[in-house]
Protein backbone atom coordinates (compact mmCIF):
# COMPACT_ATOMS: atom_id res chain seq x y z
CA UNK A 1 0.00 0.00 0.00
CA UNK A 2 1.12 3.83 -0.05
CA UNK A 3 0.75 6.38 2.46
CA UNK A 4 1.62 9.74 2.83
CA UNK A 5 4.05 8.60 5.81
CA UNK A 6 5.16 4.73 5.99
CA UNK A 7 7.68 5.79 8.43
CA UNK A 8 5.51 7.18 10.88
CA UNK A 9 2.73 4.47 10.14
CA UNK A 10 4.74 1.67 11.12
CA UNK A 11 5.61 3.63 13.95
CA UNK A 12 1.94 3.96 15.50
CA UNK A 13 0.72 0.36 13.96
CA UNK A 14 3.53 -1.29 15.85
CA UNK A 15 3.31 0.58 18.93
CA UNK A 16 -0.55 0.54 18.79
CA UNK A 17 -1.37 -2.40 17.05
CA UNK A 18 1.28 -4.64 17.13
CA UNK A 19 1.29 -5.40 13.47
CA UNK A 20 3.39 -4.12 10.39
CA UNK A 21 2.35 -2.35 6.84
CA UNK A 22 4.68 -3.54 4.16
CA UNK A 23 4.62 -0.81 1.83
CA UNK A 24 5.26 -0.53 -1.74
CA UNK A 25 9.34 0.70 -1.75
CA UNK A 26 12.07 1.85 0.17
CA UNK A 27 11.49 5.83 0.83
CA UNK A 28 13.73 8.09 2.45
CA UNK A 29 12.63 9.51 5.60
CA UNK A 30 12.63 13.45 5.68
CA UNK A 31 13.53 15.53 8.60
CA UNK A 32 10.00 16.53 9.21
CA UNK A 33 8.90 13.28 9.30
CA UNK A 34 12.20 12.23 11.97
CA UNK A 35 10.80 15.45 14.19
CA UNK A 36 7.69 14.17 14.28
CA UNK A 37 8.39 10.73 15.20
CA UNK A 38 10.87 12.32 17.79
CA UNK A 39 7.72 14.18 19.05
CA UNK A 40 5.38 11.21 19.32
CA UNK A 41 7.96 8.68 20.67
CA UNK A 42 8.31 11.32 23.27
CA UNK A 43 5.14 11.59 24.12
CA UNK A 44 5.19 7.19 24.50
CA UNK A 45 8.49 7.77 26.31
CA UNK A 46 6.82 10.25 29.17
CA UNK A 47 3.57 7.75 29.23
CA UNK A 48 5.75 4.84 30.38
CA UNK A 49 7.96 6.91 32.38
CA UNK A 50 4.67 7.04 35.13
CA UNK A 51 5.97 3.39 35.82
CA UNK A 52 9.72 4.50 36.83
CA UNK A 53 10.84 4.37 40.00
CA UNK A 54 11.91 8.05 39.60
CA UNK A 55 11.41 10.19 36.82
CA UNK A 56 15.29 11.16 36.87
CA UNK A 57 16.24 9.79 33.54
CA UNK A 58 15.05 12.33 30.37
CA UNK A 59 14.42 11.63 26.72
CA UNK A 60 17.30 11.10 24.46
CA UNK A 61 15.86 12.08 21.51
CA UNK A 62 18.68 10.72 19.44
CA UNK A 63 17.97 7.61 20.22
CA UNK A 64 14.46 7.09 19.70
CA UNK A 65 14.93 8.35 16.01
CA UNK A 66 17.84 6.03 15.52
CA UNK A 67 16.01 3.30 16.87
CA UNK A 68 12.82 3.69 14.83
CA UNK A 69 14.64 4.19 11.94
CA UNK A 70 16.23 1.25 12.36
CA UNK A 71 12.68 -0.49 12.90
CA UNK A 72 11.51 0.76 10.24
CA UNK A 73 14.20 -0.05 7.52
CA UNK A 74 14.07 -3.85 9.25
CA UNK A 75 10.16 -4.23 8.52
CA UNK A 76 10.04 -3.17 5.02
CA UNK A 77 12.99 -4.64 4.12
CA UNK A 78 11.48 -8.23 5.10
CA UNK A 79 9.99 -8.06 1.85
CA UNK A 80 11.56 -5.63 -0.06
CA UNK A 81 15.36 -7.50 -0.81
CA UNK A 82 15.96 -6.28 -4.63
CA UNK A 83 18.59 -4.33 -4.65
CA UNK A 84 19.15 -3.06 -0.94
CA UNK A 85 22.40 -5.09 -0.09
CA UNK A 86 25.10 -2.94 -0.52
CA UNK A 87 22.66 -0.34 1.38
CA UNK A 88 22.38 -2.46 4.54
CA UNK A 89 25.05 -1.22 6.25
CA UNK A 90 23.74 2.83 6.10
CA UNK A 91 20.27 1.71 6.46
CA UNK A 92 20.57 -0.30 9.36
CA UNK A 93 23.85 1.55 10.96
CA UNK A 94 24.91 1.06 14.61
CA UNK A 95 24.34 3.50 17.52
CA UNK A 96 26.44 6.78 17.39
CA UNK A 97 25.37 8.90 20.41
CA UNK A 98 26.46 8.12 23.98
CA UNK A 99 24.41 4.79 26.05
CA UNK A 100 23.01 5.56 29.23
CA UNK A 101 20.38 4.60 31.04
CA UNK A 102 18.05 7.28 28.66
CA UNK A 103 19.30 6.30 25.58
CA UNK A 104 18.69 2.43 26.17
CA UNK A 105 15.10 3.37 27.49
CA UNK A 106 14.55 6.14 24.45
CA UNK A 107 15.53 3.64 22.06
CA UNK A 108 13.65 0.62 23.44
CA UNK A 109 10.14 1.57 22.44
CA UNK A 110 11.17 0.74 19.12
CA UNK A 111 13.66 -2.14 19.64
CA UNK A 112 11.35 -3.95 21.86
CA UNK A 113 9.53 -4.95 18.17
CA UNK A 114 13.02 -6.20 16.42
CA UNK A 115 13.03 -9.64 18.11
CA UNK A 116 9.98 -10.51 16.24
CA UNK A 117 11.71 -9.24 12.88
CA UNK A 118 14.82 -10.94 13.60
CA UNK A 119 12.35 -14.44 13.86
CA UNK A 120 10.27 -13.27 10.86
CA UNK A 121 14.15 -12.90 8.84
CA UNK A 122 15.03 -16.57 9.92
CA UNK A 123 12.41 -18.19 9.12
CA UNK A 124 12.66 -16.58 5.58
CA UNK A 125 16.21 -17.14 5.58
CA UNK A 126 18.91 -17.99 8.30
CA UNK A 127 22.17 -16.98 6.38
CA UNK A 128 20.33 -13.47 5.75
CA UNK A 129 22.89 -10.86 6.69
CA UNK A 130 20.80 -8.39 8.16
CA UNK A 131 19.88 -10.89 10.70
CA UNK A 132 23.59 -10.53 11.82
CA UNK A 133 23.23 -6.81 11.27
CA UNK A 134 19.72 -6.74 13.87
CA UNK A 135 21.15 -9.44 16.78
CA UNK A 136 24.25 -6.63 16.94
CA UNK A 137 22.19 -3.78 17.99
CA UNK A 138 20.15 -5.89 20.45
CA UNK A 139 23.31 -7.04 21.75
CA UNK A 140 24.10 -3.74 22.88
CA UNK A 141 20.60 -3.12 23.86
CA UNK A 142 19.87 -5.75 25.47
CA UNK A 143 17.29 -4.95 27.49
CA UNK A 144 14.96 -4.56 24.48
CA UNK A 145 15.81 -8.38 23.73
CA UNK A 146 14.80 -10.11 27.27
CA UNK A 147 13.85 -13.19 26.30
CA UNK A 148 14.96 -13.46 23.20
CA UNK A 149 18.60 -15.97 22.56
CA UNK A 150 21.47 -13.20 22.71
CA UNK A 151 25.15 -14.13 23.70
CA UNK A 152 25.64 -12.14 26.75
CA UNK A 153 28.66 -13.51 28.28
CA UNK A 154 30.50 -10.80 28.55
CA UNK A 155 28.62 -8.02 30.16
CA UNK A 156 29.51 -6.64 33.63
CA UNK A 157 26.11 -6.84 35.08
CA UNK A 158 26.69 -4.70 38.11
CA UNK A 159 27.84 -1.79 36.15
CA UNK A 160 25.18 -2.29 33.51
CA UNK A 161 22.65 -2.42 36.08
CA UNK A 162 23.70 0.61 37.98
CA UNK A 163 21.37 2.75 37.68
CA UNK A 164 18.68 2.35 39.91
CA UNK A 165 15.72 2.93 37.42
CA UNK A 166 16.99 1.20 34.75
CA UNK A 167 17.49 -2.25 36.92
CA UNK A 168 14.08 -1.88 38.22
CA UNK A 169 12.96 -2.25 34.38
CA UNK A 170 15.38 -5.05 33.70
CA UNK A 171 14.28 -6.70 36.32
CA UNK A 172 10.61 -6.19 36.03
CA UNK A 173 10.79 -7.80 32.17
CA UNK A 174 13.56 -10.86 33.37
CA UNK A 175 10.26 -11.66 35.46
CA UNK A 176 7.76 -10.87 33.27
CA UNK A 177 9.03 -13.24 30.84
CA UNK A 178 10.51 -15.74 33.19
CA UNK A 179 14.06 -15.49 31.59
CA UNK A 180 15.66 -17.87 33.47
CA UNK A 181 19.54 -17.75 32.07
CA UNK A 182 19.15 -14.03 33.17
CA UNK A 183 17.52 -14.58 36.53
CA UNK A 184 20.32 -17.41 37.34
CA UNK A 185 22.79 -14.91 37.01
CA UNK A 186 24.70 -14.90 40.62
CA UNK A 187 24.75 -10.71 40.72
CA UNK A 188 20.73 -10.73 39.28
CA UNK A 189 19.96 -13.74 41.09
CA UNK A 190 21.18 -12.65 44.31
CA UNK A 191 19.10 -8.94 43.82
CA UNK A 192 16.05 -10.50 42.36
CA UNK A 193 15.80 -12.78 45.67
CA UNK A 194 15.83 -9.91 48.34
CA UNK A 195 13.71 -7.87 46.27
CA UNK A 196 11.06 -10.82 46.37
CA UNK A 197 11.34 -10.99 50.11
CA UNK A 198 8.47 -13.16 51.73
CA UNK A 199 7.08 -13.13 48.49
CA UNK A 200 9.33 -15.18 45.77
CA UNK A 201 6.36 -17.99 45.97
CA UNK A 202 4.23 -15.36 44.59
CA UNK A 203 6.05 -13.91 42.45
CA UNK A 204 8.45 -16.86 40.51
CA UNK A 205 8.13 -20.15 42.94
CA UNK A 206 10.21 -22.08 40.62
CA UNK A 207 13.12 -19.66 40.85
CA UNK A 208 15.90 -21.22 42.47
CA UNK A 209 18.29 -19.10 44.55
CA UNK A 210 21.98 -19.16 43.41
CA UNK A 211 24.07 -20.26 46.58
CA UNK A 212 28.05 -19.09 46.01
CA UNK A 213 30.23 -21.75 46.96
CA UNK A 214 33.52 -20.97 48.40
CA UNK A 215 36.60 -23.23 47.24
Same mark, same amino acid.
Given at each position: ?????????????? #???????????????? #???????????????????? =??????????????????????????????????????? #????????? #?????????????????????????????????????????????????FNLELENI?????????????? /?? =??? !???KVYSLAEL????????????? /??????????? /??? !???
Amino acid at each position: MKAQSPFLDTLFLL #RQEECITIFTDLQEIS #RKEENDAAEYLETEFEKERL =EFLFDTISYDKEAAVWAAKVLYHSAQLYLIRENTAKDLN #RLIPPFNGK #RDASAILSADLSLRFLPQIILALQQADPEDQLIKLLENILTEFHYSAVGFNLELENINWEKELSDMTYRKL /YF =ERI !VEKKVYSLAELPFINRLLIAEFGM /YKEVFWKELKK /YEQ !VNL
